[in-house]
């Protein structure tokens, strides 16, 4: 994977909190990739598409990873991607993941990993408090 600013990790964890126009700052800076491996993560299959199009498949099979297909952990685990590997398991919670990365300096995938698994679990506790709200009277 290109090594990437600690600026940019930033604007993606911008864009996991919603943030506008961090687009702008992506495509401005000469980083489409990230933008487009971004919204792939967030659920946009054009943006999935664009990554193996516009050969970036480290940042597919990333996406690819995160959405339960084992074989694309392998693969970037085979292909030298171990800190996307890691990325992956990290923006799931595990501390054996984070723990690896910490001690790759990789601090701004760490901290993109981190902003992704916040939202995941604000989505998981709302979900949970919207299943079960039989008549809240706190509504």
Not at 22 to 50: C, K, P, Y
Not at 102 to 111: D, F, H, I, Y
Request: net charge negative.
């Amino acid at each position: 994977m290109k090594e990437y600013s600690e600026e940019a990790f930033e604007k993606l964890c911008d864009a996991v909190k919603g943030e506008k126009d961090v687009q702008s700052w992506f495509t401005g800076n000469g980083m489409e990739e990230l933008w487009q491996f971004w919204n792939a993560i967030d659920g946009d299959e054009h943006s999935f598409r664009w990554l193996m199009k516009n050969h970036h498949p480290e940042l597919a099979a990333a996406v690819d990873s995160m959405n339960g297909n084992d074989q694309a952990k392998k693969w970037l685990i085979m292909n030298r991607y171990r800190e996307l590997a890691s990325f992956v398991d990290a923006a799931d919670g595990s501390q054996s993941a984070v723990s690896f990365l910490l001690q790759q300096k990789e601090q701004g995938l760490l901290n993109f990993a981190k902003a992704i698994y916040q939202k995941n679990q604000k989505k998981e506790k709302n979900l949970f408090w919207n299943i079960f709200n039989f008549g809240n009277p706190y509504r």
